[in-house]
């Protein structure tokens, strides 16, 4: 190879070399970590379940995640089953409450103010029958955010919803995306939920009402006949899902 030909081959390399470390560094800007964090502190979270007579809870599961530094998202699945019993009324319940802090935390200087995401979804199955007199429902699906130093940032809640006398709804109920101003400092999630299902005392023969919000197997296919109306639904999403991200402002 002449002189000519080897300065060409190295000022092709130097290039080659220069558009690597732009790539790079690119590449680094992409995935440089949130500007705006949010830190989990306690914890405490319960679900508790109530039966008497003729009756199955299933789930029970609160599950808090961070998929990223600056997100947070909260699921709380259960189902309530309640069938006839020949000598007492039935109804079953499964009560959720949950208590987060979490702390703001603007990472960089530059960073004066932000703003907090809010979105809340409840999917699941109520069923009851025709005969017998059952009821199933939810209610009580709600989120609150609080201070440390007190007040209130955000409190919002899904409607309740019911069925009986035959009646069957598959839910699938959405609110936000809603935004709210958010300084650095400590917060308080506040999420609750209900489900429940009742049955009154029979000596006949009677279909379960439910209240499903988990997905399988929460609910025992025993409680359940091959024909009843929602067979074959996809019960991956099931629950009380909130979705919680913090962005900075500008």
């Known amino acids: 190879m002449n002189r000519e030909g080897h300065w060409i081959m190295k000022a092709l390399a130097i290039l080659a070399l220069g558009a690597a470390f732009c790539w790079a560094n690119a590449l680094a800007a992409q995935t440089a970590s949130p500007s705006v964090t949010i830190t989990l502190g306690t914890r405490q979270g319960t679900a508790t ?19 990223s530094s600056d997100a947070l998202v909260v699921t709380m699945t259960g189902v309530a089953v309640a069938g006839a ?7 079953a319940r499964l009560t959720f409450n ?11 200087p530059d960073v004066k103010a932000a703003k907090l995401t809010f979105e809340g979804r409840i999917i699941g199955l109520l069923r009851s029958h025709a005969k017998g007199g059952g009821a199933a429902e939810f209610c009580s699906p709600t989120i609150a955010i609080t ?19 035959g009646e069957n709804l598959s839910i699938n109920d959405h609110i936000g995306p809603m935004t709210v ?3 650095a400092g400590k917060y308080v999630l506040h999420q609750s939920l209900g489900v429940a299902a009742e049955h009154p005392r029979s000596l006949a023969p009677c279909k379960a009402a439910s209240a499903e919000f988990a997905p399988d197997p929460a609910l025992d296919p025993l ?22 991200k913090v962005i900075p402002n500008g």
């Open 85 to 91: 019993h020949p000598c007492k009324n039935s109804s």
């Open 181 to 183: 101003p958010i300084t």
């Open 49 to 67: 379940p109530e039966r008497q007579g003729f009756t199955h809870t299933g789930g029970g599961n609160i599950d808090v995640a961070q998929p």
């Open 98 to 108: 949950l208590s987060q802090e979490f702390e703001i935390s603007f990472e960089k």
């Open 147 to 165: 201070p440390e130093k007190g007040g209130q940032l955000i409190a919002v809640g899904l409607p309740a919803r019911s069925v009986a006398g």
């Open 223 to 244: 409680w359940i006949s091959y024909w009843e109306p929602f067979h074959g639904a996809n019960k991956k999403d099931f629950g009380f899902q909130i979705t919680l």
